[in-house]
């Protein structure tokens, strides 16, 4: 018996299926047949019908200008000059009834080769052997009459008309026998036609009764599955609705161990889980960090209202997890994004930061009052950003035979700004977050990474308040499309006093190039870009400011040079927006 609903549906539209191939396939045989006799008829039968027919009307035709070559014999004698054109249009009509016969045999031929099943039997049995028949008994009429019109030019008139009595014998022979053989073919076709329509007719009948009788199962089939759904929803609409007003005993009951049975298994559960964890829904399950559920706790105001503060924001994401997701069985995906958000998290919440939201694989955190202090939390938003790296850097070589050389890395934004803080949502969902331009800035700030090659980028904002404990790179400068806003990018490479004696010239050369590269120097600032690339080859920042100055050599730029990079189309808007 078909316990899942699945199956039971598929039943059904297998069962359509089945009386489908059925009545297609008998409706094919059907029609093959039909077409079969069809094709016989108007291709080969019909074809013959019509040579024999004009061979009988030539035959004719050539008969009675015999008659006048005779009578114009006997009245004018053999000199007649009315003979010679008459022998011209006897052998013109023998020409045409060469012409057809050796169509009529032809089609005859033919319809053997290509319809045996019809031309081996009944009327068309041997056809072409008679056609080849008729043609030889039309040749001894031919042969009779040449012999008649050479006794005429010879003067011998008296076998002239001996030989004429012998040919009109030969043309009743043929055209009797012409005769015979078309009505046969006559009564053939009209026979074919009359059997090709019962056929039809019957094929109608045929289709109707099996598309009915499918249509009558299959609606009593579907009746009784709908109405057996159709109670479930209801019972289990009806259930929801008591657990819904609060009545967490209801209970569901369905026979059977189908889909119906586990649906009802699976709402008790829930409704057991639910009396259980009632109560504890309702104080905390609306926030899940405990530095934000402390606070909460300690401050009641905090549970209805919303504050603007200055805080730091942080957006991490993970390129090339698109790929990863298509080429990883699930078990290891799971499993990689369990250490892979363990390890984008800790360092957020081991830095003061909360934990605001998870979008796919992007991880946002935000940093301020009252979770740390007033002014330093750019500077937790940076030391956060930079253990995120180091521990993804570990992760990669833990899972190096999962990801390979597929590019998988991460992309950090962080932005400094005024935002809305608070407890925000409906009365019975709500979370702890931030909104503002800030937030979407950072998710900007991620996206740019792309462009200049780098990992973590920050704010001018967050450079201000952290530049003096974290290494940062001074990475550009430029105004967005529309708008005379400067936005100032940097690069965090490492905590103060953790980069390198050839890092910090590699850093060094690079905003000394874009000093130039702002003065407008471009002269000067070339040598010092290609020295940075020389340390670096990978950096597409650098690459990136000798494709500018390479345009702004072209006057590109419809204005003066200031030293910002103003973003003229949606190509240009890449640079910062990605």
């Not at 073919?185 to 289709?207: G, K, P, W």
């Not at 549970?303 to 997701?325: I, P």
Request: aromatic share 8%.
């Amino acid at each position: 018996m078909l316990r899942t609903v699945r199956a039971k549906f598929l039943g059904v539209a297998g069962f359509f299926v089945v009386c489908l191939t059925i009545g297609t396939g008998f409706s094919v045989i059907q029609s093959l047949g039909i077409n079969g006799d069809l094709e016989a008829v108007s291709r080969y039968v019909t074809p013959v019908k019509d040579a024999l027919s004009d061979v009988r009307a030539r035959q004719l035709e050539q008969i009675s200008l015999l008659d006048r070559y005779m009578r114009v014999l006997e009245s004018d004698g053999a000199e007649a000059s009315l003979l010679s054109g008459i022998e011209i249009e006897i052998s013109a009509k023998q020409t045409q009834i060469g012409q057809a016969f050796r169509k009529a045999f032809t089609s005859a031929a033919l319809g053997r080769a290509q319809a045996s099943t019809h031309f081996d039997q009944g009327v068309l049995l041997n056809l072409d052997v008679r056609m080849r028949e008729f043609a030889d008994i039309s040749s001894q009429f031919n042969i009779g009459v040449e012999k008649l019109l050479d006794s005429v030019r010879g003067g011998d008139i008296l076998t002239a008309q001996r030989q004429e009595n012998i040919v009109r014998g030969i043309h009743r022979n043929i055209v009797l026998n012409l005769r015979s053989e078309i009505l046969r073919l006559e009564r053939y076709v009209a026979e074919t036609v009359e059997a090709v329509s019962e056929r039809e007719d019957f094929l109608i009948q045929a289709e109707f009764i099996m598309m009915l009788v499918a249509g009558i199962v299959g609606l009593g089939l579907a009746y009784y599955l709908g109405v057996g759904v159709a109670r479930t929803v209801a019972d289990t609409t009806k259930a929801i609705n008591s657990v819904q007003s609060g009545k967490l005993d209801t209970n569901l009951d369905f026979k059977g161990q189908g889909d119906f049975s586990a649906l009802a298994n699976a709402f008790n559960r829930m409704t057991r889980e639910l009396r259980v964890r009632f109560r504890m829904r309702e104080r905390f399950g609306k926030y899940v960090d405990p530095k934000v559920l402390g606070n909460l706790l300690a401050q009641e105001t905090a549970l209805e209202t919303s504050q603007k503060r200055v805080m730091t924001v942080s957006v991490v994401n993970l390129t090339g997890f698109d790929w990863l997701a298509e080429h990883t069985e699930p078990e290891q995906l799971v499993d990689f994004l369990n250490d892979y958000l363990t390890a984008m998290t800790e360092p957020i919440s081991g830095h003061s930061g909360i934990i605001d939201n998870f979008i796919g694989d992007r991880v946002m955190g935000f940093w301020g009052p009252p979770f740390c202090n007033e002014k330093s939390h750019a500077l937790h938003a940076c030391k956060a950003a930079l253990e995120q790296v180091a521990r993804f850097n570990a992760l990669k070589t833990k899972y190096a035979d999962l990801i390979g050389d597929h590019g998988l890395d991460i992309r950090i934004g962080i932005a400094t700004g005024e935002v809305v803080v608070g407890s925000i949502g409906t009365d019975k969902s709500r979370a702890y977050t931030v909104v503002g331009d800030c937030v979407n800035y950072a998710h900007r700030l991620e996206k740019a990474n792309r462009i200049y090659g780098t990992r973590i980028l920050a704010s001018n904002e967050t450079a201000d308040l952290a530049s003096s404990d974290v290494e940062m790179r001074d990475l550009d400068h430029v105004v967005l499309l529309g708008t005379e806003q400067v936005v100032y990018l940097y690069e965090v490479l490492a905590e103060s006093g953790h980069l390198s004696e050839e890092r910090r010239e590699w850093r060094k050369n690079y905003e000394t190039a874009m000093g130039f590269y702002r003065d407008g120097t471009f002269d000067q600032a070339f040598p010092l870009f290609e020295k940075v690339l020389e340390f670096n080859d990978a950096d597409f920042a650098a690459q990136l400011m000798m494709n500018r100055m390479e345009r702004l050599s072209r006057r590109e730029q419809d204005r003066e040079w200031n030293g910002t990079w103003v973003v003229r189309d949606p190509y240009e808007r890449r640079d910062v927006e990605s």
